[in-house]
């Protein structure tokens, strides 16, 4: 069994890449009203466009404000995942 250590530690003010999948699609201009996120699309298994976004945010309220933002777009969240916290 692998231990945590304190760079596997998440915390509210630190920074860390994280990805998030979407259903739908997020036109490549919205990346800075998306904190600077890298945009791309895919299908999903089911045939389904999805928009994935990747970028490091600053710190939990950055990665709110982007969840808040794909909501108020009405796209139902696939996943959110931290990458790094480094």
Do not use: F
């Amino acid at each position: 069994m692998k231990s945590k250590s304190s760079d596997d530690v998440l915390t509210m003010s630190g920074a860390a890449t994280y990805q998030i999948i979407v259903q739908g699609t997020i036109d490549p201009s919205w990346t800075n009203r998306l904190a600077g996120m890298n945009i791309s699309e895919r299908r999903s298994e089911n045939g389904e466009i999805e928009t994935v976004l990747v970028g490091r945010l600053a710190d939990q309220t950055a990665l709110s404000s982007v969840l808040n933002r794909l909501y108020e777009l009405h796209l139902p969240v696939v996943s959110a995942d931290c990458l790094d916290n480094g």
